[in-house]
């Protein structure tokens, strides 16, 4: 293994230990911010009659925290990458699809928040003439789009790189 691979290597495994670190933060975060309070709530009213309106409470908060669980699913799926990244399998077809798959989780994030459903690019129904805001969510979906589009890339050279290896 020359020097370069060796720096991918161990850039890998501390990309995925870090990401393995937000994971498992953001987990706990969102346990005992948006699931357990509601969940409490919702497990002290099962003998009441308010049992069913705490249930759809403690759906909605879940719902409500929909982006958050799409940017974990991106996480856990840059966690595998970083671990094939050390492992060596940088320029692999897999590589390419796990790329792909972190862009679907930023794009699925950013339409979860409602800024490609609601009003889109910040404009109001009546007023129209306004410019359009750039917010984090709109953003967080074009990346997401230039990873889906770089991990196509990846798959294609994968691609290449195995016929190429084929024919030599």
Known sequence: MDRNQERLVRGSRRLAFVFTVLFWTGALWLFSEAAWPSLKRAAAALTSPAAGTEAIIF???????????????????AIGLFRGF??????????????????????????????????????????????PTLS????????????????????????????????V
């Open 59 to 77: 759906l909605r908060s879940l719902l409500a925290e929909t982006p958050a669980f799409a940017l974990m699913g991106a996480l856990w799926t």
């Open 86 to 131: 050390a492992r060596g399998e940088a320029l692999t077809a897999a590589s390419g699809r796990a790329l792909s798959a972190i862009g679907v989780w930023f794009i699925a994030s950013a339409v979860a928040s409602g800024t490609f459903v609601g009003a889109p690019f910040g404009l109001q129904a009546p007023a129209l003439a306004m410019p």
């Open 136 to 167: 984090a969510e709109m953003v967080l979906g074009c990346v997401g789009i230039a990873l889906v589009l770089l991990g196509r890339a990846f798959s294609t050279a994968a691609a290449i790189k195995a016929d190429h290896d084929q024919i």
